[in-house]
């Protein structure tokens, strides 16, 4: 389904290693971006949902409009999210509201690239080396309710990490 919300388990636990220096709100526009093109095979009844935005070369492209996208998008979410967090006492949650690009351009390929690794798993339309090979090595590598319990896991890991100030 697009704009699953498990790919964000690998975005939470990335922020809780990486800290200031990761952006989750990047790394979730660049999986929402990601999902327009099996969203739009959907719509129109298409037999393949995943095509060339769904290789890591193809991710590429999608990451970079998202990193000068993001900033700009980001901005009001932040301000606002600061403001709560303030207001809430837990002020080791509030984030600059100015990144660095290095910042956001890694955030989101980390978004994309993490993107195809994890449908790759799940989905059988991913060629994820293309146009080298349509070779899919990882397509039920592991069950996908243990896929799913992983990306679970990440999200309250991560979560929990960043939210009890365990980053910086």
């Known amino acids: ?11 939470l636990a990335l922020k809780a290693v990486a800290g200031r220096h990761f952006s989750v709100l990047t790394f979730g ?3 929402v ?3 327009i093109e099996p969203l739009v095979g959907m719509l129109r009844g298409a037999a393949v949902l995943h095509g060339p935005t769904h290789t890591y070369l193809g991710a590429v492209p999608i990451a970079l409009a998202t990193a000068v996208l993001a900033p700009w998008l ?14 809430y006492r837990a002020p080791w949650l509030a984030e600059d509201e100015r990144w660095k690009p290095r ?12 993107h195809v ?11 994820p080396w293309a146009p080298w090979t349509d070779a899919n090595g990882l397509y039920a590598w592991i069950p996908l309710p243990t896929l799913h319990a992983l990306c ?9 990490a960043w939210m009890l100030g365990g980053v910086g």
């Open 1 to 11: 389904m697009p704009f699953t919300p498990f790919h964000m388990g690998a975005g």
């Open 74 to 87: 980001c901005r009001p979410l932040l301000k606002r999210w600061n403001q709560e967090v303030t207001h």
């Open 33 to 35: 971006a990601m999902d």
């Open 152 to 160: 679970v896991a990440g999200m309250a890991g991560g979560a929990a």
């Open 117 to 127: 690794l994890l449908d790759s798993v799940m989905h059988a339309d991913i060629t």
């Open 29 to 31: 526009i660049a999986q």
């Open 103 to 114: 910042t956001v351009l890694l955030s989101a390929l980390a978004g994309t690239w993490s």
